[in-house]
Nanobody, 123 residues
Framework: QVQLVESGGRLVQAGGSLRLSCVAF????????MGWFRQAPGKEREFVAT????????DYEDSVKDRFTISRDNAKNRVYLQMNSLKPEDTGVYYC????????????????WGQGTQVTVSS
């Protein structure tokens, strides 16, 4: 059974850092693009970051560039999101996504999704 499980979300003060982790079960994620999305209360889910299967191609949403870093460890079937200089507007449920096609992940149509991990940034 294919499953993505996120972890690492918690309450943090503005200016702080968090590292989210997503582990893939049931398939070999090394052949798949991976990404992170987030959904704030009352808002639609939005793209945060994505990386291709090799980790060499990376794309970020503009508001997180220079603050967030996506990385992956294919040997561990994991993708990470290092979040620095967190702001209250970064609050939301963060979802991991995976698909064979990077463009599919990027536009929010990934085949596999996790259940999400809550990130709350207090001011």
């Amino acid at each position: 059974q294919v499953q993505l499980v996120e972890s690492g979300g918690r309450l943090v003060q503005a200016g702080g850092s968090l590292r989210l982790s997503c582990v893939a079960f049931g398939y070999t994620a090394s052949g798949y693009a991976m990404g992170w999305f987030r959904q704030a209360p009352g808002k639609e889910r939005e793209f945060v970051a994505t990386t291709d299967w090799s980790g060499e191609y990376i794309d970020y949403e503009d508001s997180v560039k220079d603050r967030f870093t996506i990385s992956r460890d294919n040997a561990k079937n994991r993708v990470y999101l290092q979040m620095n200089s967190l702001k209250p507007e970064d609050t939301g449920v963060y979802y991991c996504a995976s698909d064979q096609l990077l463009r599919t992940v990027r536009r929010g149509g990934a085949t596999y999704w996790g259940q999400g991990t809550q990130v709350t940034v207090s001011s």
